[in-house]
């Protein structure tokens, strides 16, 4: 009869990371333990394979590629406008900023320039579709925590986002809605009313998630001194977004390479200062606060005109060259390279997708900490796996 | 005939076996109630309406829930030992019924009158750790082993506060007969333990919470990190035997926290049953809405609170406990 030992256990990942030193000798034995692919704390089909001694975590290294969807050979084989829709599934969770780095890579290779409506338009709806990822990631990071009941209330909210980007943009997740050269259709009339509406709305919700989350002790218990990550550590692994901004780096791409028109808005970069969990959140929760007051101004400034370039060529085709567009998403900095051999078809596309390099953050900070502690601070990453897989 | 039919009822045997059917019963009433009443709170505290399909306001889902329940496969991992894995959740039941049998539900309503049965109570839920243990063991799974040490520490330090607490009041009334305990507290509402042992009732409320593995301090079953600790591997009716326990402790947990700290059976106006139950399941409520409204803490915060905290204040209030009852009594 088969016997537990004679069957080999494992596949080739776990063997060879079992087969691997440990950093640190310890008396007894310890355990490797698959967290993922389907695992409830990791969001989705990331896989991390830890040793552990007792609920202490020596060696982690995360294990890619179980939703790959080769994006980026698709970009390969398909008109610039065609590839538009795939960028809205990389990360679905803040598709209008991927569009945005898309459309923004084409026309910056094509030298397009959009109208300053269309350009007010993307401010807005990608702001918003920002506070939309923001609250799911804080639903989800305190049901990482045990707590089941905030994230009821942010997908309440964020019902409301969808809700308004659904009368703009026709749909309610995979937005595909910026078009090289604008966007797709203007904006509903109604639209700013209930842009107006969810803001004020949701400026008087903040402080009663302050007050019922933020503020309570099991909470700061789990998160603060949890997973510091230094800013140079962050650095090093190319860390960008709130996971940067936490360590106290005040890097945004909409400061540091404006793009469109975010050079003419008054906002603050949340900083954090010691790089822990409760750093990352509270960036986060602040990066929010942020975003209402861009749609504010944006909402002031929104000047009539067309939403479609005037003089767009019939077929996209640029011209021979390369370019990088880089675009700040709710978890980093967003880059599209385009090279271009004067096809209707890109030559070359590469997706600089953030949440890979926030991960990779990780596998240094899960260790020597205990279990329940590494799964605080992978939550705090803010990691959409198909977004790192692309 | 009748007078030999009562004298055969009166047979302390025959009524611990009518004492333990009737037990029964009640815990798979309850069960099925509780389960209800938790997804409602849930619902609640969650602005939505909870089950609502089956039944008139869903009364009947968890009926429902435990047909799916009976009606599915038993499966167990090629590796676990089938002794210890089906034995793990029918012991995690099983002495939980006896548990019931010296609570006072009403004044005469007792299934055994014996003089300790405080101590009957905590020995039998006491055997609910050995269950998670054979679990967590008998499943060969990473998870569940982790699930169940999780269990084994978590239950071996939170119950020496509950004794503690336990204690201090068995000082007070002189016995450890719950019955006696209630009817010590007799006299008004204001003489009911919880307003002169408000730490130790404190301490054992939260000792419950953590002896009953409920969220804040689920983590032998901490699903975000453990998948489902204990009972990942567990399928159908071996599951449901799990959940059944885990409520059926804490209806025992709650209703001898009424009995100790709450007059029990006894009320403002028209003592009887119904304030104990009523009494038990307000209980019940304040620990589903812990459940609902906080995160879960880590392990070592839990063993801290409990090693930093209850236990040294536990000590505090029973040899404060006993020296006024030395000096006064």
């Not at chain 1, 140079?232 to 793009?259: F, N």
């Not at chain 1, 939403?307 to 767009?312: G, I, K, Q, R, W």
């Not at chain 2, 520490?153 to 000082?171: C, G, H, K, N, R």
Request: charged letters at 20%.
């Amino acid at each position: 009869m088969e016997t537990a030992a004679s069957r080999s256990i494992g596949d080739y990942y776990t063997r060879h990371f079992a087969a691997e030193q440990s950093v640190e000798k310890t008396e007894g034995e310890t355990l490797i333990l698959n967290i993922g692919p389907q695992h409830p704390a990791t969001h989705g089909v990331l896989r991390l394979v830890v040793e552990m001694d007792g609920e202490y975590i020596r060696r982690c290294e995360p294990v890619l590629g179980y939703i790959h969807r080769m994006h980026e050979k698709m970009g390969e084989n398909r008109t610039y406008t065609q590839y538009l829709p795939n960028m809205g599934r990389v990360d679905y969770l803040h598709a209008l900023a991927w569009n945005w780095a898309w459309v923004g890579a084409v026309e910056r290779l094509m030298g397009i320039v959009v109208p300053e409506r269309a350009e007010i338009i993307r401010i807005i709806t990608c702001e918003l579709n920002r506070i939309s990822s923001h609250l799911l990631w804080w639903g989800a990071y305190l049901l990482d925590l045990g707590a089941f009941t905030p994230i009821v209330y942010a997908f309440a909210d964020r019902e409301r986002i969808m809700d308004i980007l659904q009368t703009v943009t026709g749909s309610r997740l995979t937005y595909c809605y910026y078009r090289i050269g604008g966007v797709g259709t203007d904006i509903p009339p109604d639209f700013c009313g209930m842009v107006r509406d969810f803001i004020a709305y949701f400026r008087s919700r903040l402080p009663m998630y302050h007050d019922l989350v933020t503020d309570n002790i099991i909470l700061r218990g789990r998160c603060e001194d949890i997973g510091v990550l230094p800013s140079e550590t962050a650095r090093s692994y190319g860390a960008t977004g709130p996971v940067l901004r936490g360590s106290g780096v005040a890097y945004d791409v909409r400061r540091a390479e404006p793009y469109s028109l975010y050079d003419r808005f008054a906002f603050e970069i949340p900083v954090g200062d010691s790089g822990d969990a409760m750093d990352r959140y509270r960036v986060r929760m602040a990066e929010m606060e942020q975003s209402l007051a861009i749609i504010e101004q944006a909402m002031d400034r929104l000047p009539q005109g067309p939403v479609m370039a005037p003089d767009l060529p019939e077929r996209i085709i640029p011209p021979r060259g390369e370019t990088y567009f880089a675009v700040e998403g709710a978890r980093g900095k967003i880059g599209v390279y385009v090279l271009s051999d004067g096809s209707p078809i890109p030559y070359r596309v590469k997706l600089r997708a953030p949440g890979f390099s926030n991960l990779h953050v990780f596998a240094e900070l899960a260790v020597g900490c205990l279990l329940a502690d590494a799964l605080s601070i992978l939550g705090s990453l803010d990691l959409v796996i198909p977004e790192i897989d692309r | 005939m009748i007078p030999t039919m009562l004298h055969l009822l009166a047979h302390p045997f025959i009524r611990i076996v009518i004492a333990l059917v009737l037990t029964m019963a009640f815990v798979g009433v309850m069960g099925l109630v509780l389960v209800y009443a938790e997804r409602k709170v849930a619902g609640f505290i969650q602005r939505r309406p909870g089950p609502f399909e089956v039944g008139p306001h869903g009364i009947l889902q968890s009926l429902a829930d435990a047909g799916k329940l009976v009606g599915k496969q038993l499966v167990r991992p090629f590796d676990a030992d089938p002794f210890l894995f089906w034995a793990a959740p029918i012991l995690s039941l099983a002495p939980v019924v006896v548990c019931f049998l010296p609570i006072p539900f009403g004044p005469t309503l007792t299934g055994m009158q014996i003089n300790v049965g405080l101590v009957l109570i905590l020995a039998f839920s006491g055997l609910n750790t050995l269950a998670l243990c054979l679990a967590g063991w008998g499943s060969a799974n990473k998870y569940s082993l982790l699930g169940s040490a999780r269990a084994v520490s978590q239950s071996v330090a939170y119950e020496i506060p509950l004794l503690l607490a336990v204690l201090a009041i068995a000082f007070q009334s002189g016995s450890l007969d719950l019955t006696e305990i209630t009817l010590t507290q007799r006299r008004s509402v204001l003489s009911w333990n919880v307003w002169v042992q408000p730490l130790a009732f404190l301490i054992f409320f939260v000792s419950l919470v953590a002896e009953t593995n409920r969220a804040p301090f689920d983590l032998p079953e901490a699903e975000s990190e453990l998948t489902a600790g204990f009972h990942t591997e567990y399928s159908g009716m071996g599951f449901g035997l799990f959940f059944l326990a885990e409520y059926t402790y804490m209806i025992v947990g709650c209703a001898v926290a009424s009995c100790l700290f709450l007059g029990g059976w006894e009320g403002p106006v028209a003592d009887g049953h119904w304030w104990f139950l009523a009494k038990t399941f307000g209980l019940l409520l304040a620990m589903m809405w812990f459940r609902w409204t906080y995160p879960r803490v880590r392990f070592d915060q839990l063993l801290n609170v409990c090693w930093k905290w209850l236990i040294p204040l536990g000590l505090a209030n029973l040899v404060v406990t006993a020296l006024v009852i030395k000096v006064v009594g």
